[in-house]
Protein backbone atom coordinates (compact mmCIF):
# COMPACT_ATOMS: atom_id res chain seq x y z
CA UNK A 1 0.00 0.00 0.00
CA UNK A 2 1.36 3.33 -1.16
CA UNK A 3 1.76 6.03 1.34
CA UNK A 4 -0.48 8.39 -0.44
CA UNK A 5 -3.35 5.84 0.33
CA UNK A 6 -1.91 5.24 3.83
CA UNK A 7 -2.87 8.93 4.30
CA UNK A 8 -6.05 8.96 2.55
CA UNK A 9 -7.17 6.07 4.59
CA UNK A 10 -5.91 7.43 7.58
CA UNK A 11 -8.10 10.87 7.05
CA UNK A 12 -11.44 8.78 5.91
CA UNK A 13 -11.39 6.69 8.69
CA UNK A 14 -10.52 9.91 11.08
CA UNK A 15 -13.04 12.51 9.84
CA UNK A 16 -15.94 10.92 7.83
CA UNK A 17 -19.25 12.77 8.21
CA UNK A 18 -21.11 11.56 10.96
CA UNK A 19 -24.84 12.54 9.21
CA UNK A 20 -23.35 10.12 5.99
CA UNK A 21 -22.42 6.84 9.08
CA UNK A 22 -26.46 7.82 10.12
CA UNK A 23 -28.01 7.48 6.30
CA UNK A 24 -26.09 4.48 5.43
CA UNK A 25 -26.90 2.84 9.14
CA UNK A 26 -30.80 3.74 8.31
CA UNK A 27 -29.77 2.16 4.74
CA UNK A 28 -29.60 -1.12 6.55
CA UNK A 29 -32.05 -0.96 8.96
CA UNK A 30 -34.61 -0.22 5.62
CA UNK A 31 -32.94 -2.83 3.69
CA UNK A 32 -34.29 -6.39 1.99
CA UNK A 33 -31.81 -8.12 4.16
CA UNK A 34 -32.85 -7.01 7.34
CA UNK A 35 -36.71 -6.80 6.56
CA UNK A 36 -37.48 -10.15 8.46
CA UNK A 37 -35.29 -9.60 11.29
CA UNK A 38 -36.37 -7.58 13.46
CA UNK A 39 -34.21 -8.20 16.95
CA UNK A 40 -31.23 -7.61 15.03
CA UNK A 41 -32.73 -4.00 13.19
CA UNK A 42 -33.62 -3.44 17.23
CA UNK A 43 -29.66 -3.98 18.25
CA UNK A 44 -28.61 -2.20 15.22
CA UNK A 45 -30.45 1.00 16.46
CA UNK A 46 -29.51 0.33 20.27
CA UNK A 47 -25.53 0.59 18.55
CA UNK A 48 -26.18 3.50 16.32
CA UNK A 49 -28.00 5.54 18.99
CA UNK A 50 -24.98 5.31 21.15
CA UNK A 51 -22.68 5.74 18.30
CA UNK A 52 -20.78 8.44 19.98
CA UNK A 53 -20.68 7.24 23.85
CA UNK A 54 -19.72 3.54 23.28
CA UNK A 55 -17.48 3.72 26.21
CA UNK A 56 -20.20 4.13 28.64
CA UNK A 57 -22.63 1.48 26.43
CA UNK A 58 -23.04 -1.35 28.91
CA UNK A 59 -24.72 -5.04 28.04
CA UNK A 60 -27.37 -4.43 30.28
CA UNK A 61 -28.87 -1.93 28.70
CA UNK A 62 -28.54 -3.92 25.41
CA UNK A 63 -30.16 -6.45 27.27
CA UNK A 64 -33.42 -4.10 28.55
CA UNK A 65 -33.92 -3.12 25.17
CA UNK A 66 -33.84 -6.16 23.44
CA UNK A 67 -35.40 -8.56 25.58
CA UNK A 68 -37.70 -5.88 28.14
CA UNK A 69 -39.80 -8.54 29.42
CA UNK A 70 -37.06 -11.37 30.39
CA UNK A 71 -34.31 -8.73 31.61
CA UNK A 72 -34.02 -10.77 34.44
CA UNK A 73 -33.48 -13.99 32.65
CA UNK A 74 -30.73 -12.94 29.99
CA UNK A 75 -26.84 -11.90 30.07
CA UNK A 76 -23.82 -10.91 28.43
CA UNK A 77 -23.66 -13.96 26.83
CA UNK A 78 -26.65 -13.45 25.16
CA UNK A 79 -25.69 -9.94 23.96
CA UNK A 80 -22.68 -11.84 22.36
CA UNK A 81 -24.88 -14.11 20.80
CA UNK A 82 -26.66 -11.35 18.70
CA UNK A 83 -23.86 -9.45 18.37
CA UNK A 84 -22.31 -12.59 16.37
CA UNK A 85 -25.48 -12.83 14.24
CA UNK A 86 -25.08 -9.30 13.97
CA UNK A 87 -21.86 -9.69 12.22
CA UNK A 88 -23.06 -12.44 9.99
CA UNK A 89 -25.93 -10.12 8.81
CA UNK A 90 -23.84 -7.63 7.97
CA UNK A 91 -21.42 -9.45 5.88
CA UNK A 92 -24.50 -10.55 3.97
CA UNK A 93 -25.80 -7.48 3.27
CA UNK A 94 -22.28 -6.00 1.84
CA UNK A 95 -21.72 -9.17 0.04
CA UNK A 96 -25.35 -8.77 -1.77
CA UNK A 97 -27.55 -5.29 -2.32
CA UNK A 98 -25.06 -3.11 -0.13
CA UNK A 99 -22.00 -4.11 -2.22
CA UNK A 100 -21.47 -0.75 -3.76
CA UNK A 101 -22.13 1.21 -0.60
CA UNK A 102 -19.36 3.75 0.24
CA UNK A 103 -19.43 3.36 4.44
CA UNK A 104 -18.94 -0.02 6.03
CA UNK A 105 -20.16 -0.88 9.24
CA UNK A 106 -18.56 -3.54 11.20
CA UNK A 107 -18.36 -4.52 14.95
CA UNK A 108 -15.38 -4.87 16.31
CA UNK A 109 -13.99 -8.39 18.69
CA UNK A 110 -14.28 -6.64 22.19
CA UNK A 111 -12.69 -9.65 23.67
CA UNK A 112 -9.28 -9.12 22.07
CA UNK A 113 -7.31 -5.93 21.87
CA UNK A 114 -7.79 -2.91 19.39
CA UNK A 115 -5.16 -2.29 17.08
CA UNK A 116 -3.17 0.00 19.24
CA UNK A 117 -2.76 -3.06 21.63
CA UNK A 118 -5.43 -1.20 24.37
CA UNK A 119 -8.64 -2.80 25.19
CA UNK A 120 -11.76 -2.42 22.29
CA UNK A 121 -14.30 -0.58 23.93
CA UNK A 122 -15.86 0.04 20.83
CA UNK A 123 -19.39 -1.70 19.57
CA UNK A 124 -19.57 -0.62 16.32
CA UNK A 125 -17.49 0.95 13.63
CA UNK A 126 -17.91 2.91 10.43
CA UNK A 127 -15.55 2.53 7.76
CA UNK A 128 -14.93 4.22 4.23
CA UNK A 129 -15.04 1.33 1.53
CA UNK A 130 -11.49 -0.20 0.89
CA UNK A 131 -10.29 0.91 4.64
CA UNK A 132 -10.57 -2.57 5.59
CA UNK A 133 -7.80 -3.79 3.15
CA UNK A 134 -5.03 -5.44 4.55
CA UNK A 135 -1.44 -3.80 3.40
CA UNK A 136 0.55 -6.64 2.17
CA UNK A 137 3.57 -7.68 3.85
CA UNK A 138 6.80 -6.22 1.69
CA UNK A 139 8.89 -8.18 0.21
CA UNK A 140 12.90 -7.50 1.56
CA UNK A 141 13.80 -4.98 -1.05
CA UNK A 142 11.16 -2.68 -0.50
CA UNK A 143 11.62 -2.47 3.21
CA UNK A 144 13.76 0.55 3.29
CA UNK A 145 11.51 2.12 1.22
CA UNK A 146 8.70 1.89 3.29
CA UNK A 147 9.79 2.71 6.71
CA UNK A 148 11.59 5.76 4.85
CA UNK A 149 7.47 6.42 4.06
CA UNK A 150 6.11 5.37 7.23
CA UNK A 151 8.76 8.24 8.89
CA UNK A 152 7.46 10.67 6.53
CA UNK A 153 4.15 10.06 7.09
CA UNK A 154 4.53 9.87 11.16
CA UNK A 155 6.47 13.59 10.68
CA UNK A 156 3.29 14.96 8.59
CA UNK A 157 0.96 13.65 10.87
CA UNK A 158 2.68 15.02 13.78
CA UNK A 159 3.15 18.54 12.05
CA UNK A 160 -0.34 18.22 11.18
CA UNK A 161 -1.83 17.81 14.65
CA UNK A 162 0.30 20.56 15.73
CA UNK A 163 -1.51 22.86 13.52
CA UNK A 164 -4.36 21.42 14.22
CA UNK A 165 -4.55 21.95 17.91
CA UNK A 166 -2.93 25.59 17.91
CA UNK A 167 -6.42 26.46 16.66
CA UNK A 168 -8.87 26.98 19.24
CA UNK A 169 -11.97 24.93 18.91
CA UNK A 170 -11.43 23.05 15.40
CA UNK A 171 -12.91 20.87 14.21
CA UNK A 172 -15.79 19.87 16.05
CA UNK A 173 -17.07 16.49 14.97
CA UNK A 174 -19.25 14.50 17.69
CA UNK A 175 -20.99 15.14 20.67
CA UNK A 176 -22.53 13.45 24.03
CA UNK A 177 -24.26 14.54 27.26
CA UNK A 178 -22.28 15.00 30.58
CA UNK A 179 -25.36 15.86 33.19
CA UNK A 180 -26.75 18.54 31.85
CA UNK A 181 -23.54 19.82 29.71
CA UNK A 182 -22.95 19.09 26.09
CA UNK A 183 -19.84 18.09 25.48
CA UNK A 184 -18.37 18.54 21.60
CA UNK A 185 -14.86 16.70 20.58
CA UNK A 186 -12.94 15.84 17.79
CA UNK A 187 -12.59 13.26 15.19
CA UNK A 188 -10.77 11.39 17.75
CA UNK A 189 -13.05 12.23 20.72
CA UNK A 190 -10.65 14.78 22.68
CA UNK A 191 -13.03 17.38 23.91
CA UNK A 192 -12.89 20.69 22.17
CA UNK A 193 -15.44 22.80 24.33
CA UNK A 194 -18.64 21.76 26.86
CA UNK A 195 -21.59 23.83 27.46
CA UNK A 196 -23.48 23.37 30.93
CA UNK A 197 -27.24 23.97 31.10
CA UNK A 198 -28.60 25.49 34.06
CA UNK A 199 -32.13 23.81 33.23
CA UNK A 200 -30.67 20.60 31.91
CA UNK A 201 -30.99 18.31 29.30
CA UNK A 202 -34.38 16.82 28.64
CA UNK A 203 -33.26 12.75 29.56
CA UNK A 204 -36.30 11.57 27.30
CA UNK A 205 -35.21 13.81 24.44
CA UNK A 206 -31.69 12.95 24.32
CA UNK A 207 -31.16 9.40 25.62
CA UNK A 208 -33.90 7.63 23.69
CA UNK A 209 -33.07 8.77 20.30
CA UNK A 210 -29.27 9.99 20.93
CA UNK A 211 -27.86 12.94 21.02
CA UNK A 212 -26.29 12.34 16.84
CA UNK A 213 -29.98 12.83 15.75
CA UNK A 214 -30.20 16.15 17.82
CA UNK A 215 -27.22 17.99 16.42
CA UNK A 216 -25.38 18.84 13.40
CA UNK A 217 -22.32 19.90 12.09
CA UNK A 218 -20.73 21.17 8.77
CA UNK A 219 -19.64 24.57 7.19
CA UNK A 220 -23.09 26.47 7.33
CA UNK A 221 -21.16 30.03 5.86
CA UNK A 222 -18.85 28.47 3.33
CA UNK A 223 -15.82 29.82 5.13
CA UNK A 224 -14.20 26.66 6.18
CA UNK A 225 -15.21 27.07 9.49
CA UNK A 226 -17.61 24.22 11.66
CA UNK A 227 -20.63 25.60 12.75
CA UNK A 228 -22.77 23.07 15.29
CA UNK A 229 -26.27 23.12 15.55
CA UNK A 230 -28.02 21.81 18.50
CA UNK A 231 -31.18 21.03 19.37
CA UNK A 232 -32.03 22.15 22.80
CA UNK A 233 -34.72 20.87 25.55
CA UNK A 234 -34.66 21.72 28.78
CA UNK A 235 -34.72 18.92 31.39
CA UNK A 236 -38.08 19.76 33.02
CA UNK A 237 -41.78 18.36 32.84
CA UNK A 238 -43.83 18.41 29.17
CA UNK A 239 -44.89 19.94 27.74
CA UNK A 240 -41.85 21.58 26.97
CA UNK A 241 -40.00 23.23 23.78
CA UNK A 242 -36.96 22.80 22.09
CA UNK A 243 -34.57 25.72 20.89
CA UNK A 244 -32.27 25.42 17.68
CA UNK A 245 -28.94 26.90 18.95
CA UNK A 246 -25.64 27.63 16.48
CA UNK A 247 -22.56 27.46 17.84
CA UNK A 248 -18.82 28.16 16.58
CA UNK A 249 -16.08 26.04 16.07
CA UNK A 250 -14.57 27.35 19.11
CA UNK A 251 -17.78 26.77 21.02
CA UNK A 252 -19.17 30.63 20.86
CA UNK A 253 -22.68 30.86 21.24
CA UNK A 254 -23.49 33.07 17.47
CA UNK A 255 -27.40 32.37 17.46
CA UNK A 256 -31.13 31.06 18.45
CA UNK A 257 -34.05 30.23 16.93
CA UNK A 258 -37.65 28.80 18.16
CA UNK A 259 -40.04 26.71 15.94
CA UNK A 260 -43.66 27.52 15.71
CA UNK A 261 -45.76 30.59 16.03
CA UNK A 262 -49.01 31.12 18.00
CA UNK A 263 -52.03 30.19 16.11
CA UNK A 264 -56.02 30.55 16.19
CA UNK A 265 -56.43 26.94 16.08
CA UNK A 266 -54.73 26.10 18.89
CA UNK A 267 -57.46 27.36 21.01
CA UNK A 268 -55.63 29.32 23.62
CA UNK A 269 -53.12 26.80 24.18
CA UNK A 270 -49.44 27.63 24.34
CA UNK A 271 -47.29 28.15 21.25
CA UNK A 272 -45.02 25.10 22.67
CA UNK A 273 -43.08 23.15 19.69
CA UNK A 274 -40.37 20.95 19.64
CA UNK A 275 -38.15 20.29 16.96
CA UNK A 276 -37.79 16.77 15.92
CA UNK A 277 -35.93 16.57 12.47
CA UNK A 278 -32.95 18.87 11.08
CA UNK A 279 -31.11 18.87 7.93
CA UNK A 280 -29.28 21.23 6.01
CA UNK A 281 -29.58 22.05 2.24
CA UNK A 282 -26.51 22.41 0.59
CA UNK A 283 -25.24 25.58 -1.01
CA UNK A 284 -25.32 25.83 -4.71
CA UNK A 285 -24.03 28.72 -6.81
CA UNK A 286 -27.40 30.20 -6.45
CA UNK A 287 -28.37 29.83 -2.64
CA UNK A 288 -26.25 29.49 0.02
CA UNK A 289 -26.75 26.56 2.52
CA UNK A 290 -30.46 26.47 4.19
CA UNK A 291 -31.35 24.97 7.37
CA UNK A 292 -34.55 22.41 7.24
CA UNK A 293 -36.39 21.78 10.68
CA UNK A 294 -39.49 20.23 11.14
CA UNK A 295 -41.23 20.85 14.58
CA UNK A 296 -44.62 19.75 16.16
CA UNK A 297 -46.87 21.42 18.67
CA UNK A 298 -46.96 19.67 22.11
CA UNK A 299 -49.01 18.07 22.73
CA UNK A 300 -51.54 19.35 19.54
CA UNK A 301 -51.33 18.39 15.92
CA UNK A 302 -49.92 21.34 14.02
CA UNK A 303 -46.61 21.15 11.57
CA UNK A 304 -44.07 23.34 10.82
CA UNK A 305 -41.26 22.60 8.26
CA UNK A 306 -39.19 25.79 8.05
CA UNK A 307 -36.18 27.04 5.93
CA UNK A 308 -34.18 29.28 8.10
CA UNK A 309 -30.48 30.61 6.81
CA UNK A 310 -27.13 30.66 8.19
CA UNK A 311 -27.83 33.60 10.36
CA UNK A 312 -31.00 32.03 12.18
CA UNK A 313 -33.32 34.11 10.65
CA UNK A 314 -36.32 32.17 9.62
CA UNK A 315 -36.82 32.29 5.16
CA UNK A 316 -39.91 30.07 4.77
CA UNK A 317 -42.24 27.98 6.55
CA UNK A 318 -44.89 25.48 5.24
CA UNK A 319 -47.88 24.49 7.51
CA UNK A 320 -49.05 20.66 7.96
CA UNK A 321 -52.27 19.37 9.97
CA UNK A 322 -50.08 16.44 11.62
CA UNK A 323 -46.71 15.57 12.65
CA UNK A 324 -43.87 15.56 9.98
CA UNK A 325 -41.49 13.47 12.65
CA UNK A 326 -38.85 12.70 9.66
CA UNK A 327 -36.96 14.44 6.79
CA UNK A 328 -34.64 13.36 4.69
CA UNK A 329 -32.82 15.90 1.76
CA UNK A 330 -32.19 13.78 -1.87
CA UNK A 331 -32.78 14.65 -5.44
CA UNK A 332 -35.70 12.71 -5.53
CA UNK A 333 -36.20 13.53 -9.58
CA UNK A 334 -32.47 13.23 -10.87
CA UNK A 335 -33.00 17.06 -11.72
CA UNK A 336 -29.96 17.92 -9.23
CA UNK A 337 -31.69 19.64 -7.06
CA UNK A 338 -32.45 18.25 -3.45
CA UNK A 339 -36.03 18.07 -2.64
CA UNK A 340 -37.47 17.95 0.97
CA UNK A 341 -39.24 14.52 1.78
CA UNK A 342 -40.84 14.17 5.35
CA UNK A 343 -43.15 11.31 6.18
CA UNK A 344 -45.48 11.42 9.38
CA UNK A 345 -49.20 11.39 9.94
CA UNK A 346 -51.64 13.05 8.52
CA UNK A 347 -54.91 13.99 10.92
CA UNK A 348 -57.08 15.90 8.49
CA UNK A 349 -57.08 13.13 6.22
CA UNK A 350 -58.34 9.98 8.95
CA UNK A 351 -54.69 10.29 10.61
CA UNK A 352 -53.19 7.82 7.84
CA UNK A 353 -49.04 7.60 7.58
CA UNK A 354 -48.48 10.56 5.03
CA UNK A 355 -45.05 11.55 3.09
CA UNK A 356 -44.99 15.00 1.60
CA UNK A 357 -42.21 16.71 -0.69
CA UNK A 358 -41.71 20.16 -1.35
CA UNK A 359 -39.22 22.35 -3.56
CA UNK A 360 -37.18 24.37 -1.24
CA UNK A 361 -38.08 27.22 -3.13
CA UNK A 362 -41.84 26.94 -2.70
CA UNK A 363 -41.97 26.13 1.06
CA UNK A 364 -44.77 28.24 2.23
CA UNK A 365 -48.69 27.84 2.53
CA UNK A 366 -50.65 25.02 4.77
CA UNK A 367 -51.26 21.87 3.76
CA UNK A 368 -55.38 21.20 2.58
CA UNK A 369 -58.04 19.00 4.51
CA UNK A 370 -60.23 17.20 4.04
CA UNK A 371 -61.60 17.47 7.81
CA UNK A 372 -62.27 21.59 8.32
CA UNK A 373 -61.68 21.07 12.16
CA UNK A 374 -58.03 20.02 11.19
CA UNK A 375 -57.56 22.61 8.58
CA UNK A 376 -54.86 25.83 8.81
CA UNK A 377 -56.25 29.08 8.10
CA UNK A 378 -54.67 32.51 7.25
CA UNK A 379 -51.39 30.38 5.53
CA UNK A 380 -52.49 30.45 2.32
CA UNK A 381 -52.66 26.86 0.22
CA UNK A 382 -49.53 25.48 0.04
CA UNK A 383 -47.93 23.59 -3.07
CA UNK A 384 -46.62 20.51 -1.99
CA UNK A 385 -44.31 18.85 -5.52
CA UNK A 386 -45.89 15.13 -3.94
CA UNK A 387 -48.50 14.12 -1.21
CA UNK A 388 -49.27 10.40 -0.09
CA UNK A 389 -51.94 9.02 2.31
CA UNK A 390 -50.92 5.27 3.46
CA UNK A 391 -53.70 2.88 4.16
CA UNK A 392 -54.68 2.04 7.88
CA UNK A 393 -54.55 -1.78 8.83
CA UNK A 394 -57.56 -3.11 10.81
CA UNK A 395 -54.75 -3.96 13.25
CA UNK A 396 -54.29 -0.16 13.67
CA UNK A 397 -57.58 0.74 13.76
CA UNK A 398 -58.82 -1.39 16.28
CA UNK A 399 -55.94 -0.71 18.95
CA UNK A 400 -54.09 3.25 17.70
CA UNK A 401 -55.60 6.63 16.76
CA UNK A 402 -53.37 6.64 13.85
CA UNK A 403 -50.13 4.53 11.54
CA UNK A 404 -47.03 6.59 11.27
CA UNK A 405 -44.63 7.40 8.03
CA UNK A 406 -41.23 6.72 9.06
CA UNK A 407 -36.93 6.74 7.73
CA UNK A 408 -37.35 8.09 4.04
CA UNK A 409 -34.32 7.32 1.88
CA UNK A 410 -33.40 7.38 -1.49
CA UNK A 411 -31.21 5.82 -3.55
CA UNK A 412 -30.19 5.54 -7.15
CA UNK A 413 -33.73 6.93 -7.85
CA UNK A 414 -35.62 4.31 -5.16
CA UNK A 415 -37.68 5.97 -2.50
CA UNK A 416 -37.88 4.08 0.29
CA UNK A 417 -40.08 4.32 3.75
CA UNK A 418 -41.93 2.26 6.79
CA UNK A 419 -44.80 2.75 8.06
CA UNK A 420 -45.61 1.75 12.26
CA UNK A 421 -48.99 0.33 12.37
CA UNK A 422 -48.48 -0.28 16.13
CA UNK A 423 -47.05 2.90 17.77
CA UNK A 424 -46.74 2.10 21.20
CA UNK A 425 -44.09 0.59 21.05
CA UNK A 426 -43.14 1.80 17.62
CA UNK A 427 -43.09 -1.51 15.26
CA UNK A 428 -45.25 -3.45 13.10
CA UNK A 429 -44.06 -1.91 9.85
CA UNK A 430 -44.97 -2.06 6.12
CA UNK A 431 -42.34 -1.75 4.21
CA UNK A 432 -42.70 0.63 0.86
CA UNK A 433 -40.67 1.13 -1.89
CA UNK A 434 -41.07 3.88 -4.78
CA UNK A 435 -39.16 3.99 -8.29
CA UNK A 436 -37.66 7.49 -9.61
CA UNK A 437 -41.75 8.32 -11.33
CA UNK A 438 -43.27 7.32 -7.90
CA UNK A 439 -44.88 3.80 -9.46
CA UNK A 440 -44.64 1.70 -6.36
CA UNK A 441 -42.53 -1.42 -6.22
CA UNK A 442 -42.94 -3.30 -3.39
CA UNK A 443 -45.75 -3.21 -0.45
CA UNK A 444 -44.97 -5.70 2.46
CA UNK A 445 -44.99 -6.64 6.31
CA UNK A 446 -41.23 -6.40 7.50
CA UNK A 447 -40.29 -9.64 9.50
CA UNK A 448 -42.88 -11.27 11.76
CA UNK A 449 -43.81 -8.34 13.88
CA UNK A 450 -47.21 -7.36 11.82
CA UNK A 451 -47.99 -10.89 11.47
CA UNK A 452 -47.24 -12.15 15.00
CA UNK A 453 -49.17 -9.15 16.57
CA UNK A 454 -52.07 -9.29 14.00
CA UNK A 455 -52.35 -13.08 15.46
CA UNK A 456 -52.22 -12.36 18.34
CA UNK A 457 -55.02 -9.76 18.78
CA UNK A 458 -57.49 -11.66 16.06
CA UNK A 459 -57.47 -15.09 17.32
CA UNK A 460 -60.64 -15.03 18.89
CA UNK A 461 -63.93 -13.15 19.30
CA UNK A 462 -65.99 -12.26 16.78
CA UNK A 463 -63.57 -11.03 14.53
CA UNK A 464 -60.86 -13.48 14.29
CA UNK A 465 -59.18 -14.09 11.46
CA UNK A 466 -55.88 -14.51 10.08
CA UNK A 467 -53.56 -11.84 7.77
CA UNK A 468 -55.80 -12.65 4.51
CA UNK A 469 -54.67 -12.02 1.16
CA UNK A 470 -56.56 -9.25 0.64
CA UNK A 471 -55.63 -7.47 3.16
CA UNK A 472 -51.56 -7.70 2.08
CA UNK A 473 -53.43 -6.48 -0.61
CA UNK A 474 -54.66 -3.68 0.56
CA UNK A 475 -51.29 -2.23 1.39
CA UNK A 476 -50.63 -1.36 -2.34
CA UNK A 477 -53.54 1.18 -2.20
CA UNK A 478 -51.59 4.24 -1.59
CA UNK A 479 -54.24 7.44 -2.24
CA UNK A 480 -51.98 10.58 -3.84
CA UNK A 481 -53.08 14.20 -3.41
CA UNK A 482 -50.82 15.95 -4.89
CA UNK A 483 -48.39 15.23 -7.91
CA UNK A 484 -50.12 12.14 -9.90
CA UNK A 485 -52.22 11.74 -12.70
CA UNK A 486 -54.67 9.58 -10.98
CA UNK A 487 -56.21 9.20 -7.09
CA UNK A 488 -53.93 6.33 -6.54
CA UNK A 489 -50.63 5.52 -6.79
CA UNK A 490 -49.88 3.24 -9.89
CA UNK A 491 -48.32 0.14 -9.44
CA UNK A 492 -45.63 -1.07 -11.30
CA UNK A 493 -43.80 -4.25 -11.04
CA UNK A 494 -43.79 -5.71 -7.67
CA UNK A 495 -40.70 -7.38 -6.16
CA UNK A 496 -41.41 -10.64 -4.76
Known sequence: MSLYRNRRLYYAVHFMDRASISQQIDKILCSQSFASKSQLRKLLEVLSQNFDSQATLKPDRIIRELWPEETRTKGSADVATEMNRLRHALDGYYSGEGSSDPITIVLPNRSVAAADGTQEKRWIV???????????????????????AVAIAAVCLVAYLSVRWLVPGSHPRAARMEGGALVVMNAEG????????????????????????????GDLDGNGHTSVLFLYSPALPDPQGSTLICFSDRGKEKWRWTPGRDLPELSGSPPTYKTVSLAVLKATKARPS????????????PGQIALIDSNGKTVSEYWHSGALMFVALADLDGDGREEIIATGTANGYDHQATLVVLDPDRVFGASTEVRPEFQIHGMGAAQERLR???????????LFQFNMAEYPTVEHGTLRLTVAECITPMGCRIWYEFDRNIRLIAAFAGGDEFRSAHERFFQSGKDAHSLSAEERAAFQKVRCLVGCNSEFVSVGKLVP
Open 388 to 398: LLFPRSDLNRA
Open 290 to 301: RIVVSSVHQPWW
Open 126 to 148: AKPRGAEDRQPVPSAPSRRVLMT
Open 190 to 217: KELWRKAFPDGLGPDWYYAQGVQNRIWF
